[in-house]
């Protein structure tokens, strides 16, 4: 029923830094493209993973929102599961992009848009990690050869901002259900890439719901 439905938007402060590392159609190019960098250390890739809108913008994908507050719901039990499938059954992010509140300087947004063909990638981003936004160079490794790696993410430190609404049916997970499970989101599982070593994590400083 329509007067089941729950609009809230919500206002988030990042509390550690958020990694950006999006795997879009480029990482995968349907025609053949030259190549940059070496096997496992390409330091043009972030170009190509990085979100930025035109004006130099960096944004998240709502899958990633949807992804960090179903996996708060890991953590709250009901019953003899957890409020993760509820979640999964009715949550939605009306947003199309999320947008944070840090911007590329413009160098460092022309090498993105132009896809890596205008400026060099470790002179347009400073890797300085007090800055608001750098890049950020460590070593990782590949998760089928197990082989060593340099990977290049775009990063903001933090007390980053930002917003987005949630709907979902208040039958199947309660408003406070859900704020506790956005709560728990932020504390332990974060957004962004880098969650699995404590990157992206956050705490919610508005939840209001504004239709019920």
């Known amino acids: 029923m329509p007067g089941n439905i729950v609009t809230a938007k919500v206002e988030i402060i990042g509390i550690r830094s ?13 025609e053949k493209q030259e190549t940059t960098g070496v096997a496992g250390n390409d330091p ?11 004006e130099g913008q960096l944004y998240l994908d709502p899958t990633m929102v949807f992804a960090t507050i179903r996996d708060g719901g890991r953590h709250i039990k009901i019953k003899r ?19 944070v509140d840090r911007f590329l300087p413009p160098e460092a947004t022309e090498f993105v848009r132009s896809k890596g063909k205008v400026g060099h990638p470790l ?6 990690p007090t800055a608001d936004v750098f890049l950020d160079v460590r070593k ?17 430190t933090a007390g980053w901002h930002a917003s987005f609404t949630l709907q979902w049916d208040r039958t199947v997970v309660a408003t406070q259900q859900l704020e506790a499970a956005l709560r728990d989101a932020g504390a332990l599982e974060g957004l962004g890439s880098g969650r699995k070593i404590g990157k992206g ?12």
Not at 18 to 30: E, Q, R, T, W
Request: charged share 15%; hydrophobic share 45%; with cysteine.
């Open 44 to 54: 043009w890739g972030w170009s190509k993973t990085t979100p930025v809108t035109a």
């Open 81 to 99: 599961g957890s409020l993760m499938m509820p979640i999964i059954a009715t949550l939605q992010i009306v947003d199309d992009i999320i947008l």
């Open 201 to 212: 994590r956050f705490t919610h400083t508005s939840f209001q719901v504004t239709e019920s």
């Open 123 to 128: 002179e347009v981003l400073t890797q300085d």
């Open 140 to 156: 990782g490794k590949n998760p089928n050869t197990k082989s060593a790696l340099i990977i290049y993410r775009v990063a903001c």
């Open 18 to 30: 958020l990694f950006f590392h999006s795997a879009g159609p480029d990482m995968i190019p349907l």
